[in-house]
């Protein structure tokens, strides 16, 4: 199968930047739809952003659009989340995802995705 393996989560204060990176095992990456996604306490998990195979296409949540950025490096079989103007409302466990079969669109809804990674932290806080 595949395996994430995700990193970068901390606290942060509001304004400050932070880079979450997941890193996949397998061979397969450089075909594979690869999403971020969020789930605050209380909260349902919610969809953040995700990248094409080629890193040709990327989509955004209205709510980080211009803030946050998603990028891939195949070579390496990361994914990034470069996160910036933090607010304390982006706050939630991060988790990237993988999607293995292209549907000729980037999906946005969990159920599109096939693995996941364990999740990391990020706070912002004062």
């Known amino acids: 199968q595949v395996q994430l393996v995700e990193s970068g989560g901390g606290l942060v204060q509001p304004g400050g930047s932070l880079r979450l990176s997941c890193a996949a095992s397998?061979?397969?990456?450089?075909?594979?739809?690869m999403g971020w996604f969020r789930q605050a306490p209380g909260k349902e998990r919610e969809f953040v952003a995700a990248i094409s195979p080629s890193g040709g296409s990327r989509e955004y949540a209205d709510s980080v659009l211009g803030r946050f950025t998603i990028s891939r490096d195949n070579a390496k079989n990361t994914v990034y989340l470069q996160m910036g103007s933090l607010k304390p409302e982006d706050t939630a466990v991060y988790y990237c995802?993988?999607?293995?079969?292209?549907?000729?669109?980037?999906?946005?809804?969990?159920?599109?995705?096939?693995?996941w990674g364990q999740g990391t932290q990020v706070t912002v806080s004062s």
């Open positions: 397998g061979r397969t990456f450089s075909s594979a739809t």
């Open positions: 995802a993988f999607r293995g079969r292209a549907l000729g669109f980037i999906p946005r809804n969990i159920a599109s995705y096939d693995y």
